[in-house]
């Protein structure tokens, strides 16, 4: 430690800020832009990675039948991971991890491509899912436990051809998602997991309605659960709903709220949840907003609040009815807004007093 650290370090003692020697000098991060370079070109390497390998399948090499055969595929698949493994349990440098990146991006391709040449769809998805969590679980590093873990996420919610488990999928990533981010600080040894689990299960969920929205019908339910009784359709918003109460009773019991506070809150979001019924997106969002904030944490608040402008843009733009009345339900809404910030910040100051 150097004479300006050191004398920075006893005035803050001087003020009882810090106690005790010290901190070691710890290694200098690298700059965000120099991160975000860093992981563009690894995942632009995985993608050239895994066409070098694939192309051989083009050329007259006589490896057609083994690029045909799904246990090859995961083998080599298996084989970049392993390698990735070992380069992230080694790695010294950023460039060492998004190379590290690069070779686990495309072994996953790999055992994708594997998955759906020996399975159907539904067995293949479902591996695929599987093998993410495995992934998320087990794979040191951040960034690829954020992406394995959206995707596996993405998997249950979006892409696997199981209706009811499409109506369950929803209120199990929302509170699993909940329950990470309000016990992140609990477990200090699992923060980083923590932490790239609660991000990518946020990004699964305020990505997983794009779809309906956009009318890309990626998912299976949405026409497969038409067929299903009426129930089923409003089951997967009542169960999304139940993991919302959970995470608002959480965090105002964390918050020490009032009573009257606590029904309001409840009051609030069982209109959210019935709001969201015809208009994706918005509950999950908020719910993400809410996590965000109880943590104190921008980036997180940020994906939130993206979200819900663009789910509630998407509604706007595709609501059937006329710009006048366009133009009067967006005058309603913020009158309603600045009514419920009036009540809300009464109440607070309320209860502000009454506990001085």
Avoid at 212 to 234: A, C, F, K, Q, R
Avoid at 246 to 273: E, P
Wanted: charged share 10%; aromatic share 12%; hydrophobic share 60%.
């Amino acid at each position: 430690m150097n004479a300006e650290h050191q004398r920075l370090w006893i005035s803050l003692q001087q003020q009882g800020l810090v106690e005790g020697a010290p901190p070691a000098p710890g290694e200098a991060g690298s700059p965000w832009y120099i991160l975000v370079f860093m992981g563009f070109f690894g995942w632009l390497a995985a993608l050239f990675l895994f066409l070098a390998i694939a192309l051989l399948f083009f050329f007259d090499l006589e490896l057609d039948r083994f690029f045909e055969s799904p246990l090859l595929l995961w083998t080599i698949g298996l084989l970049l991971i392993g390698v990735a493994f070992w380069l992230l349990r080694s790695a010294a440098s950023e460039f060492v991890r998004h190379m590290a990146l690069a070779f686990s991006l495309a072994g996953q391709g790999f055992v994708a491509w594997g998955s759906f040449g020996g399975a159907d769809a539904i067995g293949a998805t479902l591996l695929i899912t599987g093998f993410q969590m495995l992934l998320a679980v087990f794979m040191p590093d951040f960034i690829h436990r954020v992406f394995s873990t959206c995707v596996a996420a993405l998997g249950l919610l979006v892409f696997v051809e199981l209706p009811l488990l499409n109506v369950v999928a929803g209120g199990i990533v929302l509170v699993f998602t909940g329950w990470v981010w309000l016990h992140e600080f609990q477990f200090p040894r699992m923060s980083p997991a923590l932490r790239a689990w609660g991000y990518g299960g946020g990004l699964a969920l305020v990505t997983s309605r794009s779809e309906v929205v956009l009318g890309l019908n990626w998912s299976v339910s949405n026409g497969m659960l038409d067929t299903l009784p009426t129930i089923y359709g409003w089951l997967a918003t009542l169960l999304e709903g139940l993991a919302a109460v959970y995470i608002v009773y959480s965090v105002c019991q964390r918050l020490k709220t009032a009573a009257r506070l606590q029904i309001l809150a409840l009051c609030a979001l069982t209109a959210l949840v019935l709001a969201s019924a015809v208009a994706p997106g918005l509950l999950v969002c908020m719910m993400v907003i809410v996590l965000g904030q109880t943590g104190s944490n921008t980036l997180l608040k940020g994906i939130g609040i993206a979200g819900l402008l663009f789910y509630a843009s998407a509604f706007y733009y595709q609501l059937h009815a006329t710009l006048m009345v366009k133009s009067q339900i967006l005058l309603a809404t913020g009158l309603l807004l600045l009514a419920v910030r009036w009540l809300m910040l009464r109440l607070v100051n309320g209860q502000a007093g009454e506990n001085p």
